[in-house]
């Protein structure tokens, strides 16, 4: 029981980043049809974002550093959207697709240029460094401080997607971008936005993991996050945040109980799931059949 | 272009291409302020390729639009639609995944330098639409689909209306109720339509002149009673004939 608790916390904490990465790169492919692979390199910039701008132990300088991390890579995932997707929008998702993978690596190469290739650490803000005994089990505090931050950032991002009018011009937009244009819209300014959201989300996701992880180029292709991200869109449902949401976090419960129970299938567990949505339910939990018809056309 | 000052549609010379396929030959139609207009056609007639190319969707065109005195030609999209044409396509094309009101509210943005209606106030104006605001877009029968994307495409106080097949499917009972609906609207909003239909009964109760198209081309143009009372003309150019 008491272990049960460790597990499960500790697998929510591990599918937190990979939902925050998730929601970034499933508005992304719902509002522009494209899977933006540039969002490993997103990803790990927020990272090494923190490990230059981190001063000193205290939370406040952390945060700091996460909302840098988050702003700092929303500007690069902004001038991507203009430069590089916005252009290519007119020629189809097959080269936008081949457009984000040149600009995952044009990033990569950029950040070895900035960063260097060694491995960096950054320490746990002091106050988060330590456990909480839970009835009797040990559970992190930062792994608990992860929690938090995905339900704050679920949250927001529902009341983003659901109360606001651009809310609904992102879901207008995923759903039929020709009719929003009919209606006036902007879709290509709504794009430009969800991109910069997307980027945001991906700069905090990395700078949330800065502390847990080493940090390398290796990253921004990892099999703990990046890879379970794009599971996690296609079993949630390409487009769907809360899909994203349930699948991520369910995906890091899965790993977290197979590493205890059946250590030989952790890491592998992901691409069960897979198969077997892409076998069974190929629009995902929360995807729409409609979707897949509407894009054929 | 040489039109009245209360011309709100003038197209001359309008050609249209799917690819290198030309949908559209030299298509002149005028609409004028407060006129309900009808755009008669068969099957593949090119009645919704006019609407296309009013929209700069899908097809090039070439010749050209106007909407009271500004080119169109050439125009996005959404530019068009925000210097105020309201398109109501074919196949409704709500959106499936907002409720009613969302559906509405998303339509104010199109205003450009018009004021939206409210939404409320567009409920109280089209009170059919009063049960189905909370609904979501995928819970809406056919008729209640068309009269919310008919009212989707008024927030934006449009000076013209392009409506496509309103009765394409829908109950005799439902298309009483359309009419009656469509019949208000250019007082109502100070709007102008043009109406695209195979129905001629349908046209005939609306509109005061009618275009028929033929592949492409405008075929026969004049006052509905005329071409409503020529039995001869509605054969040539109609599938359904409803004078003896
Ligand atoms: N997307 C398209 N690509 C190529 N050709 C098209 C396309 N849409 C329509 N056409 C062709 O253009 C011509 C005019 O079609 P259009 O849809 O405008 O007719 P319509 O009068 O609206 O007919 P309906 O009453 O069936 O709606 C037809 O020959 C049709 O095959
Ligand atoms: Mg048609």
């Known amino acids: ?297 | 272009m040489n039109t009245t000052h209360d011309t709100v549609l003038a197209t001359r010379e309008l050609n249209a291409w799917y690819g290198s396929a030309q949908a559209l030959f030299g298509v002149d139609l005028e609409v004028r302020a407060g006129e309900v207009i009808g755009l008669l056609g068969r099957n593949g007639a090119g009645k919704s390729t006019t609407f296309n190319a009013i929209m700069n969707l899908q097809v090039r065109t070439s010749g050209e639009i106007e909407l009271t005195g500004r080119t169109l030609a050439k125009r996005s999209v959404d530019a068009i639609a925000r210097l105020g044409v309201g398109w109501v396509p074919e196949d409704r094309r709500i959106f499936t995944n907002l409720t009613v009101r969302e559906n509405l509210e998303l339509a104010r943005f199109a205003c450009g330098d018009r004021d939206a209606v409210a939404v409320d106030d567009l409920v109280d104006s089209l009170p059919l639409l009063d049960k189905l605001i909370g609904r979501r877009g995928n819970q809406l029968s056919g008729g209640e689909q068309q009269l919310v994307a008919i009212a989707r495409a008024l927030i934006s106080r449009p000076r013209l209306l392009l409506l496509d097949e309103p009765t394409e499917g829908l109950a005799p009972l439902i298309v009483e109720g359309i009419a009656t609906a469509i019949q208000q609207l250019p007082e109502m909003f100070d709007v102008s339509i043009l109406l695209a239909e195979q129905n001629l009964p349908f046209v005939t109760a609306l509109t005061s002149r009618v275009y028929v198209l033929e592949t492409g081309r405008v075929v026969h143009t004049g006052p509905t009673d005329v071409f409503a009372g020529d039995a001869e003309l509605q054969d040539r150019y109609l599938s359904i004939s409803i004078a003896s």
């Open chain 1, 1 to 297: 029981m008491n272990d049960l608790i460790a597990v499960l916390v500790a697998g929510v904490a591990q599918g937190v980043p990979v939902f925050v990465v998730a929601s970034g790169l499933t508005l992304i492919y719902g509002v522009l049809h494209v899977l933006n692979f540039a969002h490993g390199s997103f990803f790990l910039i927020g990272a090494l974002i923190v490990t230059t701008t981190l001063q000193g132990p205290s939370l406040g300088a952390f945060l700091g550093s996460i909302l840098l991390a988050g702003v700092g890579v929303m500007a690069i995932g902004v001038l991507s959207e203009v430069l590089v997707f916005r252009p290519l929008y007119k020629a189809g998702s097959t080269v936008s697709f081949l457009g984000a993978f040149a600009l995952f690596l044009a990033l990569l190469g950029l950040a070895t240029l900035v960063w260097g290739t060694n491995p960096r650490t950054v320490a746990y803000p002091s106050a988060l460094d330590g456990s909480f005994s839970i009835g009797g089990a040990r559970v992190g505090q930062y792994d608990l401080a992860l929690v938090a931050v995905g339900v704050v950032i679920a949250a927001g991002l529902w009341l983003l997607l659901t109360k606001t009018s651009l809310g609904t011009r992102v879901r207008a937009v995923s759903h039929d971008r020709t009719m929003a244009l009919a209606l006036g819209i902007r879709a290509g300014q709504v794009s430009t936005i969800v991109f910069g959201i997307g980027a945001f989300l991906a700069g905090v996701a990395g700078a949330l993991i800065a502390p847990v992880s080493s940090i390398d180029e290796g990253l921004a292709l990892s099999s703990d996050y990046m890879l379970p991200a794009f599971i996690a869109i296609i079993v949630g449902g390409l487009g769907s945040v809360p899909g994203a949401l349930i699948a991520a976090i369910a995906l890091g419960i899965l790993e977290s109980l197979s590493f205890r129970i059946a250590p030989s299938l952790s890491g592998f567990s992901y691409y069960l799931v897979v198969a077997a949505f892409l076998m069974f339910r190929p629009q995902g939990l929360l995807g729409s059949a409609a979707r897949s018809t509407a894009m054929a056309r």
